[in-house]
């Protein structure tokens, strides 16, 4: 077939854009990217090979080739892998074909580091080669195709690429660099296994390149026709604990994760027993942009005996634990095991169980030993790890260990305090752990619910996620401790003898007024009574024993979920002056009934149900305390 021109898409014309300009700084990822892409194109070969052995041809043993032609100032990296027929390389070479390529512009910063990170998380590494070349040539043939059906596929990355048929003997892809003219440095066979073994060290399968040797005649280095692996080339989790830096567990974390950031911590061990398998797991610095998306797939890699069969076996980890990167390496499943055969194996479920542990493990060991880790994990995942206390019966107590909560103890809005922490500080009298929970923490903290436990000296902590209140549905005790709103039922701070004294007396000199606002609000208030709980306010709501608060039924609202509709109690405050100044025959008192409703509901973060109505008594109480 005649060659033909197309056009990129609009996308990968802006991505080229933005890829030569501002990742210049960082340009040696093209090969760690091009190296990577042909390392995955063998894993797909050697997948469909399990079930069709002939794709292989003569040529089992796959391998990765870079070389280059000073003459020519070019760089090509070879692989004999899957190749592509040539209608992938128009799809695959011509458009970004993942759907996140609107997000990926929404999300560019301007910040060089930043924004390379990006580039890998969202799969447009081919593009990368632009960087250095100001032409790719691809030569590639899908295995199984005849050699006839090879395709050459060319472009200056100026918005056009041009695809031919050709004929191709060798199975798998070959790419051309032609570098820029000021892209010198990177001819060097030096130059470039400096760069293979910085990024592309743990790749599994061998990267060849020429042999050189120094010719004593000419007195420079010769490039024999011979090759030699310049890779470790034996998948990282497969080798010894004990013959693995750091940097090299670094190194193939981003090369697993796509990014630039180091992870936080890791872990990595063969389990032996019934079900045999080697799990390398790690725990990332920074949370991708997709994290909050569920459906998000998300998870390990699944090789089994050194095969790989899938990227994000969500299978394989709890949905809480979807920030984790790694590989499981099975010894016990089947080569052809797809999606729906790991929801039903029993292996998967061991192998399930035995990734959380360990997972759960590290940060123990995090929260124990490296407070700033853990801190910059917690700031990172905690809102997801949170979930877990819902879905995970088996490790619930491990993980309410290992949940931090901001409190009044430090009066900062970082969440630092662990339960097992606040347990330890409690005071004597205190028989439950204390929270309030609110839509941010400011309010949180100036809750006039947290008045009583200010004056007496005792911890609460500050809710302000959207999840702790279902969180907190399912933990309802930590070491034998209720943990209890301090918005919901009645509270069970033991007052002092003279406190009862003088509470008894002031109950009675105001039944009256309290059994007025009950029948004035009875619309809105299940029930009205005095409290000792606040010091500044006039009053409060709190919900009833086993109500779900107000702050809960708002949350639900606004996820456009039914929230039965209870109806809060109202408490006032006797000590308040404004409280002082009331009876049941105060002129006006229906209004000043309603006012103190609705000012304890507009406090806790609530919205009037009729703002107007609102406003107008207001109004007709000052005038009327204006004496107009
Ligand atoms: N050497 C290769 N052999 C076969 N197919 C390739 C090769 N290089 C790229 N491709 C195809 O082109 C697609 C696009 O590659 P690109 O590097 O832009 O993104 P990606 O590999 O999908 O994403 P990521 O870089 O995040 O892994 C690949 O998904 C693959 O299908």
Known sequence: MAQETMSFQTEVKQLLQLMIHSLYSNKEIFLRELVSNASDAADKLRFEAIADGSLLENDPDLRIRVT????????????????????????????????????????LSGDQQKDAALIGQF???????????????????????????????????????????????????????????????????????????????????????????????????????????????????????????????????KHLAHTQDDPLAWTHNRVEGRTEYTQLLYLPSKAPFDLWDRSQRGGLKLYVKRVFIMDDAE??????????????DSSDLPLNVSREILQESRDVRAIRDGVTKRVLSMLEELAENE??????????????????????????????????????HDDSDAQKVSLAEYVGRMKESQTKIYYVSADSWRAARNSPHLEVFRKKGIEV??????????????????????????????????????????????????????????????DKAKDVRLTFRLTDSPSCLVADDGAMSGYLQRMLKAAGQNAPAAQPILEINPEHPLVKQLSADTPHIDDWCHLLFDQALLAEGGSLEDPNAYVRRANSLLLAAAGK
């Open 68 to 107: 280059h032609d000073a003459a020519a100032r070019t760089i090509t990296i070879d692989d004999n892998g899957i190749g592509m027929s040539r209608d992938e390389a128009i799809a695959n070479l011509g458009t970004i074909a993942k759907s996140g390529t609107r997000d990926f512009f929404d999300r």
């Open 123 to 253: 799969g447009v590494g081919f593009y990368s080669g632009f960087i250095v070349a100001d032409r790719i040539t691809v030569e590639t043939r899908r295995a199984g195709k005849p050699a006839a059906e090879g395709v050459r596929w060319e472009s200056a990355g100026d918005g056009e690429f041009a695809i031919e048929t050709i004929e191709r003997a060798q199975r798998g892809t070959t790419i051309t660099l032609h570098l820029r003219a000021d892209e010198d440095e990177l001819l060097s066979s030096w130059k470039l296994k400096s760069l293979i073994q910085k990024y592309s060290d743990h790749i599994a399968l061998p990267i060849l390149m020429q042999k050189e040797e120094w010719d004593a005649e000419k007195s420079e280095m010769v490039v024999k026709d011979e090759f030699e692996t310049v890779n470790q080339a034996s998948a990282l989790w497969t080798r010894s604990k004990n013959d693995i830096d750091a940097e090299q567990y670094t190194s193939f974390y």
């Open 315 to 328: 299978q394989l980890l709890p949905s809480y634990l979807r920030f984790i990167r790694g590989v499981v």
């Open 371 to 408: 407070a700033d880790k853990y801190a910059t994990f917690w700031g990172e995942f905690g809102q997801v790890l949170k979930e877990g206390i819902g879905e995970d019966n088996a490790n619930r107590e491990r993980l309410a260990k290992l949940v931090r909560f901001s409190s009044t």
């Open 461 to 522: 902590l500050l809710l302000t996620d959207r999840v702790d209140e279902w969180m907190l549905s399912f933990l309802t005790e930590f070491e034998g401790k209720p943990i209890a709103s301090v918005a919901r039922g009645d509270l069970d701070l033991v007052p002092d003898e003279a406190e009862k004294e003088v509470q008894e007396q002031v109950g009675d000199a105001l039944k009256p007024l309290v059994e007025k606002a009950k029948e004035v609000l009875k």
